[in-house]
């Protein structure tokens, strides 16, 4: 056993590398949709709470999230109207004063548009809701530095472009704050 937990912290410190953050924000998940699942069923919902979602984001991204409609939450789609992209007014338009979370994919699954991560991570940030960032197109073809996105969360598949075998998924997760202790009660 003491063999492994060093590979795991191995493995982490390289992860870390590639995220370019500490290794204490890194963990493992089975998948993208099992890490977008613990956020999900991680938190204390109330009746009214609202998530904001992109209504062409891969079904992993989404299903967890509706899940939650029997506790009362409300699920907001951006509307796509054809443009395959939206921008951070799209997502502005949609997120009301019980928006909880934006989960987005940092690269759209079907029409491979990059999401304006950025722009919308201030946009949470200032209404103290959590990103969850979907980033299993974009992680090993594109710079993915969850603290430069302004993530909170951001989890990634290996299989993709890491080459990874099935079942290894990796996860950052951005320090607690008062913002983000705030959005869990």
């Not at 493995?11 to 870390?16: D, M, P, S």
């Not at 209504?55 to 054809?82: C, S």
């Not at 395959?84 to 690269?107: K, M």
């Not at 594109?142 to 080459?163: I, S, T």
Request: proline fraction near 4%; glycine fraction near 10%; aromatic fraction near 8%.
């Amino acid at each position: 056993v003491g063999g492994c937990e060093g590979g795991v912290d191995q493995v982490r410190g390289k992860v870390a590398a590639l995220f370019h953050c500490e290794p204490s924000h890194v963990a493992f998940v089975h998948s993208t949709s099992h890490g977008v699942g613990l956020v999900a069923e991680g938190m204390r919902w109330n009746d009214g709470d609202e998530v904001v979602l992109y209504e062409l984001d891969h079904p992993a991204g989404v299903l967890p999230w509706l899940n939650l409609v029997d506790q009362g939450v409300k699920v907001r789609f951006i509307r796509d109207r054809g443009r395959f992209s939206f921008d951070a007014g799209d997502v502005l338009a949609e997120i009301g004063p019980r928006t909880r979370v934006v989960c987005l994919s940092l690269v759209n699954f079907a029409h491979g548009a990059r999401a304006p991560i950025e722009e919308i991570a201030e946009i949470c940030h200032e209404r103290d809701a959590w990103l969850v960032v979907d980033a299993v197109q974009a992680l090993g073809a594109l710079h993915v530095e969850p603290l430069q996105l302004g993530a909170d969360v951001v989890v990634a598949h290996g299989y993709r472009f890491l080459l990874s075998v099935s079942g290894i998924a990796l996860c950052y997760l951005s320090d607690p704050t008062p913002r983000e202790a705030r959005v869990r009660q």
